[in-house]
């Protein structure tokens, strides 16, 4: 009896069990991988800013604000001197401009949530990738499509790595210019 | 090439099984905790402490949004100068020493990052020494002081800055009313709007007096020249003019003048593409210095035998046909006829042959040697240096000093303020950032003078043992949060700008000291007068097509503003000074030469670590001074390094460990001062020994030279960090000569020009990996020994531009620096008279490095431009690498040093920005080590896709390329055939160190030419 009961349970439960864990974490681990990623992260802002509105409808360009793109490595949060070029004149009766004024006004620098974010062992830079031709939403997705806007893609080395390797299947409209990124740790890591 | 025996320490030398341990171990004590587990066992208090915060650390995850990457604020109103992620440059001036060199301060979202030289300076053509590199670590020291402190017994009480100002002022006004001398005690000023700020004062509070000095001052230097050349203002000797140099005890090329111009003006003589230009450099002295060290023949002299040899020197050139005038010929050869050459030559043992090598040299290029005499030096020897340079017509080759605003106290002045102090006739001392109380002699009792002055206020930016003795002190701003102006007296101005605003509300010390002659604080007030002064003084004089503004904006853009005008020295020279010249005789006695340090400066910077890490040049000692003494002194008395031994001068005593040094003459000790200091801050703390105890002012009135010592043997000892015996490469004194490895490669230029040189190159070797072609861009760098002096601005450079922490002295005594590059000091010949070859030593960047090999997690790697790759969120920490290479150029992080050395000194607040952001900050149990600069060079390649131009690689200069005075480092693409450096690496002195490995390293050294006759101690 207790022979039969012992064999029970190592042929029959305990794979059971063993199987029930492994798969259970298998699909945990791929089914949060991008919640773990950030993907679909979207933070509320201090202002309640809209790139939908900025972007999309009004069509302003991304380099309008994020002017740090072009030229070195961060894109830069526009600074709030930028929002006040037009918005000491437009739509200066919205209660979020109301309050965006009375910040500048005040001196205080506004605290935008952080969307996306690399490790700080990585060293990305924007305008190198911009000045190749390559478009924001490679890595940002439409956010001229989104009122708030929230992380798309996920940015782990192995994103970087599938574009630099393949980069006309992941941007097949950029054929013509772009060829195979480098690959050396170098070019990330110093 | 010859075939000569090298070493780096003693026990090599005497080939003992120590020093062979030494190179077959890293580490050669082996793995130790120092913090002991042990210690750690149980629950302490420690312990709990770090439970509990890890407790509330996970509560406090668990509860937080684990999404959340915290913010990012930008600016409310960005600067339009600024942009995110771009370095901006701001030409200003160091004032880390006298030298007053033109900086580039390289600035990142408005915080200073690094120092270089300003490019555009005519003195120093955009180089730097060590010292303005650290200058950066002493902005962002923790313990700068923030609040004014008023004195309360015997600790000090914190006050807000009217409070002090209202106090200060008061004390003033008292000290005036009641006809008691305001005293200004400060460093030479070269600023000519500060010195009309203290016209200014002086006019508000008549009865102020200025005292200038400067610790270690050559006060025989300049009144030997006063009294030579009366009507001319201080001239020094311009190297790059100069066929032959006989240097006397002088250290031009580390410590003494303008060294960083001297460098360079020295190893433009030193180009092996012009082989006919090449000087001939003598250097007789005691200390084996840094410039001893890179002479064709170094003679080692006791100091008190200098006098004569030089006298000596004179008589015989005398003897020869000078073309000088003969009455004076005559009549001075008639002072110094006793002076025989046999006799000396007999006496000090000296080689004969070589000193009439020397006066044969000094005669062919008469007009166009420099005799020059080292600052610590009695008056005599340098009047007869200035009589055998007027005598061989050198005058033609000098060129002036840069004159201070204010003309020097001279020391019998001191004296004066001492005992006006005693006598009670002092009302108010400013101490204006010095420390006399460390810097002058015990003797002179400045320390208690001090107590009777009724109030004194130190203006400093960290506590000194002067300020811990003020009534009030008051902090002052760092140079880069200042404003102000230098001018040489001879037509160069240049400028101070600040680059940050003052981290910690602090007021520099102009404005302080403007706002009490206006009655009124006020910040930013010096400013206004700088410029306005600027207006009156220099703007109005010329005619200017633009309006001031422009004209300011556009000096302080530059740095530097030049007078354009004619100088005229008067050379006459009184020789009546001859007729009472007293002789010195050399003696059997101990002689002690007090030097100037290599990188603490007057012991301001000895709380600043990377300068107390960085090796000294010869015997690589680190976090310490020591006596040097001789070998076969050493073996005599039975002492061993860090042996201590008691000094004995007149009445006064000094304990302190000796240091064996080669090529010190045996009853000779040599100290470098500056350190010992009680009251400096926990960097500095048990760092080194104080001479000032040994010293006596009279006696440094004529030098810093002390005869008639004595030195017994005591029963202690003490360890002293050297770093000479670490990272040793493996070059076993092998019999058979075809197996030596030939690390150091050099010959004669006579050989070299006359195509008999010959550079050791191993046979044709086979690899057994394929050889990977590199088409494109492939980084390589040039190391020409002929130009390395062996200074360490590069080592610095590095640190700076690297984030490279500062491990401590008990590290370094584990062979846990982690400097990433080093300068290797090998010697040949006896430990007597040793010839002496630096060789600066970094990642050699193989192209088939051992070190990737064996690394088990591929954390080191190859690139597709010829770098060796280390990546550190790879590396686990086998050190397998750091084993297997043959250059011992990898460094591990046994600890998060940052956060181990000191109580986590170098992880306060304001310490961390000064790391670079472009590096990463490296962690415990990572490797590390050279990358040639990666973030520059990515910088580069980033800049040319944006100008959408190929890569060249002359655009890229690494740290150490940047800061080498010498310009001995090239850095480029070796593909580039038409670079300096495709030139360079492909020259026929070139060679690779452990060639025969065959690792195809990417450094090239240049072998060393010495320009010695070969029948004469070649």
Known sequence: MLKSQLDYILKVRVPIAAFVVVVTYIITFFVSKPERDGVGYAPEQPINFSHKLHAGDMQIDCKYCHIGVEKGRFATIPSTNICMGCHSVARKDKPEIIRLSQMFMDNIPIKWKRIHRLGDFAYFNHSVHINKGIECKYCHGEVEKMDVVQQVHRLTMGACLDCHRNPHKNMPDLKAQVSKGPEYCGSCHR | ???????????????????????????????????????????????FLALTASTAAIFATACSDYRDKGSIVPYNQQPENIQIGKPNFYASTCTSCLNHCGILIKTREGRPLKIDGNPDHPINKGKICPIGQASILNLYHPERLRKPLKKNGKSFNELNWNTLFTEILASLEKASNNGKIVAILSQ?????????????????????????????????????????????????????????????????????????RNIQDFVSKRDINRPNEFSRFYSVETDLSLTGANADYRIPLKADFHYEFLATLLNELLKRDLNYNRAIVEKIQGKFSRFNLEDFASKAGVDIKLVRNLIDDLIQNKGKTAVIAGDS?????????LLINEVLGNSSIYRICPQPSLPKSKLFEIEELVTLMNQGKVGVLFNLDTNPVFHFPSDLGFEN??????????????????????????????????????????????????????????????????????????????????????????????????????????????????????????????????????????????????????????????????????????????????????????????????DIVELGYGKSKLEIPIFVVPGIPSSSVVIEAGFGRKESGIVAENVGFYVGKILQFETTKKGYIFEKISLNKINKSYQIATTVEHHSLNDTFYSELHKKRHIIQEGLLEDYKNGKYHIHRPHELKSIVPEIKYTDVK????????????????????????????????????????????????????????????????????????????????????????????????????????????????????????????????????????????????????????????????????????????????????????????????????????????????????????????????????????????????
Not at chain 2, 17 to 43: H, M, N, R, V, Y
Not at chain 2, 377 to 385: A, G, K, R
Not at chain 2, 449 to 465: D, G, H, I, R
Not at chain 2, 870 to 897: A, L
Request: proline share 4%.
């Open chain 2, 1 to 47: 090439m010859e075939d000569k025996r090298y070493w780096k320490f003693f026990d090599e030398l005497q080939d003992t099984a120590k020093s062979e341990k030494l190179k077959q171990e890293e580490f050669p004590e082996g793995l130790k905790s120092d913090k002991g587990f042990e210690q750690t066992q149980g629950i302490n208090r420690r312990k």
């Open chain 2, 188 to 260: 030479p000023i070269f600023s000519p709007t500060f010195v009309k700020l203290i016209y200014m004062f002086q006019a508000k509070y008549p009865t102020t007096k200025v005292y200038t000095y400067s610790y270690l001052e050559s006060y025989s230097k300049e009144q030997a020249w006063e009294e030579f050349y009366p009507k001319a203002k201080l001239s020094e000797f311009d190297f790059s003019r100069a066929n032959v140099i006989l240097a006397i005890e002088s250290n031009f090329l580390a410590n003494e003048g303008n060294f960083v």
């Open chain 2, 377 to 385: 030096h009695f008056y005599e020897v340098h009047l007869l240096c």
């Open chain 2, 449 to 642: 003078a001090l107590s009777k002055v009724e109030s004194v206020v130190s203006f400093v930016e960290f506590e000194s043992e002067t300020a811990n003795r003020s009534h009030y002190i008051v902090p002052i701003s760092h140079n880069f949060e200042s404003w102000g102006d230098y001018y040489d007296g001879i037509g160069l101005f240049s400028t101070i700008q600040p680059v940050i605003e003052p981290l910690f509300g602090t007021y520099q010390k102009e404005d302080f000291l403007l706002s009490l002659v206006q009655n009124k604080l006020e910040r930013g007030i010096y400013h206004k007068y700088l410029k306005s002064n600027w207006q009156e003084s220099y703007f109005s004089q010329e005619k200017y097509a633009v309006d001031f503004e422009k004209f300011w904006h556009s000096v302080l853009h530059d740095g530097t503003f030049e007078l354009k005008q004619t100088l005229i020295n008067d050379y006459t020279p009184n020789f009546e000074l001859f007729d009472k010249i007293e002789h010195r005789f050399g003696t059997k006695d101990w002689v002690l030469v007090i030097k100037k340090p290599y990188f603490i400066g007057d012991g301001k910077f000895l709380n600043n670590g990377w300068l107390n890490e960085l090796p000294h040049p010869i015997t690589k000692v680190t976090w310490d001074n020591y006596a040097g003494i001789s070998q076969s002194d050493a073996n005599r008395l039975g002492l061993k390094n860090g």
């Open chain 2, 779 to 1018: 980084w390589a760098m040039v190391i020409d020994m002929n130009k390395c002096v062996g200074c360490g601005a590069c080592i610095m450079a590095c640190n700076v531009e690297n984030n490279i922490p500062v491990v401590g002295k008990d590290q370094v005594l584990r062979s846990r620096e982690m400097q990433w590059i080093r300068v290797d000091t090998y010697f040949s010949g006896t430990a007597e008279n040793p010839e002496v070859s630096f060789q600066t030593m970094l990642c050699q960047h193989c192209d088939d490095a051992p070190c990737e090999n064996v690394c088990p997690v591929v954390a080191t790697v190859h690139s597709s431009d010829g770098l060796n790759l280390m990546v550190y969120n790879r590396c686990v920490g086998t050190r397998y690498c750091s084993n297997n290479c043959p250059y011992k150029v990898r460094r591990f992080n046994f600890f998060d040093f940052r956060s181990h050395f000191k109580n986590g000194l170098l992880y306060k607040d304001t310490y961390k920005l000064a790391n670079n952001p472009e590096v990463t900050v490296r962690s415990r149990g990572v490797m590390e080590k050279c990358t040639f600069c990666i973030q520059r060079i990515t910088e580069a390649r980033h800049q040319a896709i944006a100008e959408n131009k190929p890569l060249r690689g002359n655009g890229v200069r690494t740290a150490c390329q940047e800061a080498c005075p010498a310009n001995a480092i090239t850095f480029g693409d070796m593909n580039d055939k038409e670079s300096e450096l495709y030139q360079l690496r492909n020259h026929k002195l070139g060679y690779y160190v452990l060639e025969e490995l065959n690792v195809k390293p990417n450094v090239t050294y240049i072998a060393k030419l010495r320009n010695k006759k070969s029948e004469v101690g070649a």
